[in-house]
């Protein structure tokens, strides 16, 4: 069963506008991991927040985390055209952190 | 550069000819996965090697099956491919202590 839920789907915004994203998981985590990918490319980390902490932040990147409402929210700031990607949430659980992935949101960043 | 390398980028096998792809790192990293992300959806693990213990999702089929001679190399091997096993594939490495997975570039299996 799916684990991260990530809301939009898909969000168009222009160059310098900031993108929120949001995920939704269903059980208890070690951690929630962000991944971008590119179109027909890998996944690349993007950041890390543990289950008990509540806010990172890396560069243009903040992520917050809310376990009582299992719930995290990915801000990117002062967008540019090269953000256009895809973005999942992972969430990572048990002995081995096994990530399960969203189906991840279409970022669209116009010039 | 330490990196997650994947074999070929582009792999066209025929229904039900076996077809095997390849992963090899040099991060010297203990664990390895392999992912199936089919169009538009979320990568599915399929399984992962820590060390050289295997551990199968219950959920992938037989038809997939794995070989880790090394640490540095992955295999992931389709006996039997069908149409809908048309994917992209996914290796990706940790070491066991930190929490963070690399991913390589996938390789993209079409079936015909």
């Known amino acids: 069963s799916q684990q991260g839920e990530e809301d939009p789907q898909a969000l168009s915004i ?64 002062a967008s540019r055209a090269a953000d256009t990607a895809s973005y999942f949430c992972a969430t990572a659980t048990g002995a081995n952190s096994k990530l399960t992935f969203g189906k991840g949101i279409t970022l669209s960043v116009r010039p | 550069d330490a990196m997650v390398i994947q074999n070929p980028r582009y792999q066209v096998t025929q229904f039900g000819k076996p077809v095997t792809l390849s992963c090899s790192q040099t991060l010297n990293h203990n664990v390895m996965y392999w992912y199936q992300q089919k169009s538009s959806q979320a990568p599915k693990l399929l399984f992962h090697y820590y060390d050289k213990d295997f551990n199968n999702e219950a959920d992938t089929p ?20 069908g149409l809908g096993d048309a994917a992209m594939y996914l290796c990706a490495t940790r070491q066991g202590v930190q929490e963070t997975q690399y991913f390589g570039p996938g390789t993209r299996l079409l079936v015909l």
């Open chain 1, 14 to 77: 222009q160059e310098g506008e900031n993108a929120t994203m949001n995920c939704s998981y269903k059980t208890s985590i070690n951690n929630l991991q962000w991944y971008r990918q590119n179109s027909g490319r890998g996944l690349v980390h993007l950041i890390l927040i543990r289950s008990n902490e509540r806010e990172k932040h890396s560069g243009r990147l903040r992520v917050t985390l809310d376990t009582s409402k299992k719930s995290s929210s990915l801000l990117i700031t």
């Open chain 2, 62 to 81: 037989d038809n997939f099956q794995s070989r880790r001679p090394n640490t540095s190399f992955c295999f992931l091997d389709i006996r039997s491919p």
